[in-house]
């Protein structure tokens, strides 16, 4: 099989949040599919400056900034690729289909129903989930109005995800904690998923579940409805492509740095950044992330980061 091909592509957005995307021309690999608009990486060309070359030929922007948003292998039968996708926050001209194709404004909430390929399918989810991830911190059961009140606030300065981890909890508490911080978190345009039970999750209406990477090894395939989140926590290459296996639609990976509760050896960026490159999902970055750590999580693959002391406090 040929080698793999590196295929760069932007996510633009109009004054109004929706998204561009460019319709495959009769005659090419995969004709009449939607995608994001973009084109091949030529060899040793820096990824972004293939992604403003593209864009601009394609389409005749200029882009200002962009930023990695992510990267998806994918192997269809005729070819491997490496969708690289970025995320364009500021172009100067009106995009406009220089080569003939049809481009369409589409509502982000509407593109998981538009027929594309196979690879954007993890963008699509990339795009719905935020770029910071609570985890709750460990508290003893009677601290309940606590772990709400922290929840408050944590919402209140725009924190969109949530998991609430309290694997020490008796269940009846758990549910109770579950409830007060739905009506929170939805209160708030939050998300909010349950650590380790699934059956839970659902009984709650909970927007999904997070299992620790134990739990999702005992799995062969997905536990949650399409309609519901599964994050799956991951440690290495392995445990990802199980992730991947039973359908989960992000991972968080761990841990990057030292952290005071695990005395574990730690990744770092570098090797973050190899094992995400492997993984067709988003990715979050955990372990002694603090809120500065944004940028070099982006620029090492990951969708973001998630933290419990770094984005609790």
């Known amino acids: 099989m040929p080698a793999s091909v590196h295929v760069v592509a932007g996510v633009l957005r109009d004054a109004g949040g929706r998204v561009l995307l460019a319709r495959r021309p009769p005659g090419k690999h ?9 084109g091949k990486c030529d060899v040793g060309e820096a990824p972004v400056d293939a992604l403003a070359r593209e864009l601009r030929e394609e389409l005749g922007v200029v882009v200002e900034s962009a930023r990695p948003l992510i990267a998806v292998p994918h192997r269809y039968p005729e070819q491997d690729i490496l969708l690289d996708v ?3 926050s500021a172009w100067t001209g009106v995009p406009h289909p220089h080569e003939g194709q049809a481009l369409a404004w589409v509502e982000q909430v509407a593109l998981a129903q538009v027929a594309m390929p196979a690879a954007d ?14 985890i709750t911190p460990a508290m003893a059961p009677e601290a309940l109005e ?4 922290g929840i408050e606030r944590a919402c209140r300065r725009g924190m969109r995800l949530v998991q609430l981890r309290q694997p020490h909890w008796p269940r009846a ?3 109770e904690a579950a409830r007060g911080a739905r009506g929170i978190c939805h209160a708030h345009g939050a998300r909010l998923l349950l650590n380790g039970d699934v059956q839970l999750a659902m009984v709650l209406g909970l927007d999904g579940a997070h299992l620790p990477a134990r739990v999702a090894a005992e799995l062969i395939q997905r536990p949650l409805p399409a309609d519901r989140w599964l994050g799956v926590s991951c440690h290495d290459a392995a445990e990802l492509l199980h992730a991947v296996r039973i359908g989960a639609d992000f991972a968080t990976l761990s841990p990057i740095f030292p952290t005071p509760d695990h005395e574990v050896p730690t990744l770092g960026w570098e090797r973050f950044a190899d094992l995400v490159a492997h993984a067709p999902m988003p990715v979050y970055a955990l372990g002694g992330m603090e809120g500065e750590d944004i940028d070099a999580a982006w620029m090492a693959g990951a969708q973001g980061i998630a933290a419990i002391r770094g984005l609790w406090t």
Request: charge should be negative; proline fraction near 9%.
């Open 30 to 38: 995969l004709a009449g599919l939607w995608e994001f608009p973009g």
């Open 86 to 88: 970025w995320q364009v």
């Open 121 to 134: 399918r993890p963008v699509i989810a990339a795009l719905d989930l935020p770029d910071r991830y609570l």
């Open 146 to 149: 606590e772990l709400l009140a």
């Open 173 to 175: 508490r758990l549910a």
